[in-house]
């Protein structure tokens, strides 16, 4: 699946860039986090020690920064959902076909759904993206 990075996202990755020395694959917004991808090997580095990367980035940005794994597979679908939820525990994930059924407690799930359905909207692109999943329902 090709990927349009708009003027604004590839300004957010050569930001990315020149703060952590890394090179980030994908960036995207998760509501009020600004979520970045990069390879699993380099995870450390673009944290930085106490997370020094992260924290500037942060200052930098006015946005929450979250640094994530590229995932390798379908295999690391529940880690991925859980990293960037986190500190939302969804209780049980489940894929059938291209249909993820992600369970939660009542409370979670109006957190994982979002004011107009943006958080939704924003999860169903990135599964999409990575995992080809065409439909989330969150129960």
Not at 108 to 124: C, D, V
């Amino acid at each position: 699946m090709k990927v349009r990075l708009d003027i604004k996202k590839i300004q957010y990755i050569n930001l990315f860039e020149k703060t952590t020395r890394i090179k980030a694959k994908y960036c995207f917004d998760y509501d009020p986090i600004m979520v970045f991808i990069v390879p699993r090997l380099f995870i450390a580095k673009a944290i930085g020690e106490k997370a020094i990367n992260v924290n500037r980035l942060s200052k930098i940005l006015n946005k929450r920064v979250r640094i994530v794994a590229d995932p390798s597979g379908i295999h690391d679908l529940e880690n991925f959902i859980k990293v960037l939820t986190f500190p939302n525990k969804p209780k049980r994930i489940f894929l059938k076909d291209k249909n993820l059924t992600i369970f939660s407690a009542p409370k979670t799930k109006a957190i994982l759904i979002g004011r107009g359905k943006i958080r939704l909207k924003e999860l169903s692109e990135v599964l999409k993206r990575f995992f080809g999943i065409e439909k989330i329902i969150i129960r």
